[in-house]
């Protein structure tokens, strides 16, 4: 059972902002400051979107951002387009492992 | 240009075994953290095992003591040994790449394609 919840879907409208937490189930996952967020297209590998809880890679869209508060963090995708729907991981390293999320498919209405 | 190559999935009976292959381009295997992820068919990323640039290797739970990771420096590969498969190890199984530049594997930044295994009689 993963240490890290997540729904497992939203949907938002082209154009709106959406925002998927990611909640630390373990007391022992700590300050939770590492936390990355990866987008999975079907058929696809993973596809790095943030580190280090708001950092994004180069070549990643600004639409993209990541936050936390305690035990959660978020990843807020802003101005909704067609090609974000996919599934979004959240992932926290602890103690030489890494965890992920079970997967948010977001739908693009 | 980084680039991370898998090899040698395929069908296996329960209780037998593979060894899949991640051939890499673009860095060295030996001075990079590398991972393998495998993800069953419509499920989510599961975490498998780290190679660190030091030779330490860790493992999920799930595997310990039937997987095997280790890499080739004259070929540039990244290895996974696997042993006494079960059913619940069929996945599409990826090799990843840390940052160099990080001291902690805290993300990936490169994937390769992945590699499908299917464990079945």
């Known amino acids: 059972q993963s240490a890290l919840t997540q729904p497992a879907s939203v949907s938002g409208s082209p154009g709106q902002s959406i925002s998927i937490p990611c909640t630390a189930t373990r007391s022992d996952i700590g300050g939770f400051f590492y936390v990355s967020w990866y987008q999975q297209h079907p058929g696809k590998a993973p596809n790095l979107l943030i580190f280090e809880v708001s950092n994004r890679p180069s070549g990643v869209s600004l639409r993209f951002s990541g936050s936390k508060s305690g035990n959660t963090a978020s990843l807020t995708i802003s101005g909704l387009q067609a090609e974000d729907e996919a599934v979004y991981y959240c992932?926290?390293?602890?103690?030489?492992?890494?965890?992920f999320g079970g997967g948010t498919t977001l739908t693009v209405l | 240009e980084v680039q991370l190559v898998e090899s040698g999935g395929g069908l296996v009976q329960p209780g037998g075994s593979l060894r899949l292959s991640c051939a890499v381009s673009?860095?060295?295997?030996?001075?990079?953290?590398l991972a393998w992820v495998r993800q069953a068919p419509g499920k989510g990323l599961e975490w498998v095992s780290f190679i660190y640039n030091d030779g330490n290797t860790h493992y999920a739970d799930s595997v310990k003591g039937r997987f095997t990771i280790s890499r080739d420096s004259s070929k540039n590969t990244l290895f996974l040994r696997m042993d006494s498969l079960r059913a619940a190890d069929t996945a599409v199984y990826y090799c990843?790449?840390?940052?160099?530049?990080?001291?902690?594997?805290?993300?990936?930044?490169?994937w390769g394609q992945g590699t499908l295994v299917t464990v079945s009689s």
């Open positions: 673009g860095f060295t295997v030996s001075r990079n953290y």
């Open positions: 992932s926290l390293y602890t103690m030489n492992t890494i965890q």
């Open positions: 990843a790449r840390v940052p160099p530049w990080l001291q902690v594997p805290y993300y990936f930044d490169f």
